[in-house]
T-cell receptor, first 118, second 111 residues
Framework: DADVTQTPRNRITKTGKRIMLECSQT?????MYWYRQDPGLGLRLIYY???????NKGEISDGYSVSRQAQAKFSLSLESAIPNQTALYFC?????????????????FGPGTRLTVL | GQSLEQPSEVTAVEGAIVQINCTYQ??????LSWYQQHDGGAPTFLSY????GLEETGRFSSFLSRSDSYGYLLLQELQMKDSASYFC????????????FGPGTRLSVLP
């Protein structure tokens, strides 16, 4: 099945370390997203990419950077991790189909990466 | 800016009907979506409303009133497996076509 995968699934690191979270998809979607989830705050957008050459900041991009290596790969980096970046991180994809109502609003999420910064 | 409000928790019994409300404030509203997330899992798409009215998909229905900036998710014939968190999300064309998610409603279904 076409899927969205994330590695690692769990990571514990120390303050100041550089961390990279990776996302791969076999759905053939152009649009990819990185979200952060904290309890009681829902999902917040960190970065998004509508194609390989188009990368944009989301609501909470400070302290994060991304790389879109290919249509199928979108990586999130924390250059110098800090404890308040402890959260659950999700990658998502979407592929708006102009022939299908609602497809613009359907996102497909990876299984998530639980990151703990000590 | 954008903001969405949902009740934090809802509890119901098996077989019952429950409604989860969502109110939103956004400048370039495009549509309202609903996602389900089980504990430890990823959000999964449930439904979308682009126009006013009710959309039905099996036991789940979703409603939108754009004039009231309000929508709801209706779950019928509740089952234990429906225990999960439910998020509403709007896409805002004035926000780079990004999705803004509500804080989520935790639904507990009791036997």
């Amino acid at each position: 099945d076409a899927d969205v995968t994330q590695t690692p699934r769990n990571r514990i690191t120390k303050t100041g370390k550089r961390i990279m979270l990776e996302c791969s998809q076999t759905k053939g979607h152009d649009r990819m997203y990185w979200y952060r989830q904290d309890p009681g705050l829902g999902l917040r957008l960190i970065y998004y990419s509508f194609d390989v050459k188009d990368i944009n900041k989301g609501e909470i991009s400070d302290g994060y950077s991304v790389s879109r290596q290919a249509q199928a790969k979108f990586s999130l980096s924390l250059e110098s991790a800090i404890p308040n970046q402890t959260a659950l991180y999700f990658c998502a994809t979407s592929d708006p189909d102009r022939g299908r109502e609602g497809s613009y609003n359907e996102q497909f999420f990876g299984p998530g990466t639980r990151l703990t910064v000590l | 800016g954008q903001s969405l409000e949902q009740p934090s928790e809802v509890t119901a019994v098996e077989g019952a009907i429950v409604q989860i409300n969502c109110t939103y404030q956004t400048s370039g509203f495009y549509g309202l979506s609903w996602y389900q997330q089980h504990d430890g899992g990823a959000p999964t798409f449930l439904s979308y409303n682009g126009l006013d009215g009710l959309e039905e998909t099996g036991r789940f229905s979703s409603f939108l009133s754009r004039s009231d900036s309000y929508g709801y998710l209706l779950l019928q014939e509740l089952q234990m497996k429906d225990s999960a968190s439910y998020f509403c999300a709007v896409r805002d064309d004035n926000y780079g076509q990004n999705f803004v998610f509500g804080p989520g409603t935790r639904l507990s279904v009791l036997p």
